[in-house]
């Protein structure tokens, strides 16, 4: 039976909240169990259930407006109409690469919520710029969020990342960012820090503990700006157009220096982790050119968003480097 009245406390909606986060603070509002709190209120929920028949009894007990809550969590939204109002860029949640993390502290207790809370939230969302708070990888409860007010190379990096997302589209640069970060990862371990920068930058930085961050965590802080200006050369199409008629990457290697990703890079094997990966890139388009299956070509370069999926003349849509030189 369908609850015909809200729960005894109700709790403020958050963009992009998970849905079971957002169960978890209304039960702890109410003082239950979050594993009680559905069957309580006679929502039956199993794998097999649409999330999308939990809308109006949830809707109820928690006393908002099941148009409100739904715009909330983007699991109650339709991926497949993207032109319903509020939906078309928000997160896909049914990705197995789309990313939960708890949302900015600062955000949350703004909004008048003292519990943390968990967000879906886009490979580029690492950085809350209102409150100058790291909130992406690396970071697993939202009081090791760190504030990286000293670090303004990092602040501006967050404002090229989405100006490389209106450039090249969302989908390339989703593509392009895990392996560059795995990348210029790899590099620096055979790297020496002669200027001591992540000593230097611990003693800078803290979480909302007062703690420091790990060496891993100020590494991927620190060279934050590096990271986004790789991703953005991986995403782009001038290196293919450069390796497809040379038959080399030497221009990917100079760019690399010229840009100031790593100076003096030079690959000294056939192991560097940028060729590796220059060659994975090309059988995989290859792979997907000869298919030429949207299922397929979707399946390889997923669209993190929900956007349109066809007769979009965008940036997310483009010329496949291989014969036959399909538009996809």
């Not at 200006?229 to 290196?239: D, M, V, Y």
């Not at 890139?281 to 949207?294: D, E, G, I, N, P």
Request: hydrophobic share 35%; aromatic share 8%.
């Amino acid at each position: 039976m369908t609850p015909r009245q809200p729960l005894p406390r109700t709790v403020p909606l958050f963009h992009n909240e998970t849905l079971d986060s957002f169960i978890h603070r209304l039960a702890a509002a109410n003082h239950l169990p979050a594993n009680q709190l559905l069957p309580l209120l006679q929502i039956r929920r199993t794998k097999k259930t649409p999330v999308k028949t939990l809308l109006e009894p949830l809707a109820a007990a928690a006393g908002a407006r099941p148009e409100a809550l739904e715009l909330a969590l983007p699991e109650l939204l339709d991926p497949n109409a993207p032109e319903e109002p509020g939906t078309r860029g928000r997160p896909r949640t049914t990705l197995h690469t789309a990313v939960q993390r708890p949302a900015c502290r600062r955000c949350t207790h703004a909004a008048g919520i003292p519990t943390p809370v968990t967000c879906w939230a886009t490979h580029d969302h690492n950085i809350c710029l209102r409150h100058r708070l790291w909130i992406g990888d690396g970071i697993a409860r939202a009081d090791e969020q760190i504030d990286i007010s000293a670090l303004p190379d990092t602040l501006h990096a967050h404002r090229h990342h989405r100006n490389l997302i209106a450039r090249h589209g969302r989908r390339w640069v989703h593509n392009a960012y895990p392996p560059a970060r795995k990348i210029y990862f790899n590099w620096l371990q055979d790297s020496a820090d002669p200027f001591d920068l992540l000593k230097t930058a611990r003693t800078l930085l803290t979480d909302g503990t007062g703690k420091k961050p790990s060496d891993d965590l100020a590494l991927a802080l620190v060279f934050h700006p590096q990271v986004v200006a790789l991703t953005g050369l991986l995403a782009g199409r001038e290196w293919e157009r450069h390796t497809r008629s040379t038959g080399h990457i030497l221009w990917l290697v100079e760019q690399i220096t010229i840009r100031g990703i790593l100076i003096g890079y030079a690959p000294k094997e056939q192991n560097d982790p940028l060729i590796r990966w220059v060659e994975e890139h090309f059988s995989l388009h290859k792979f997907v050119a000869f298919h030429r299956s949207q299922s397929i070509y979707d399946a390889f370069f997923p669209r993190e968003t929900i956007t349109p999926e066809q007769g979009e003349d965008g940036p997310q849509t483009r010329w496949s480097p291989f014969y036959p030189y399909y538009r996809c």
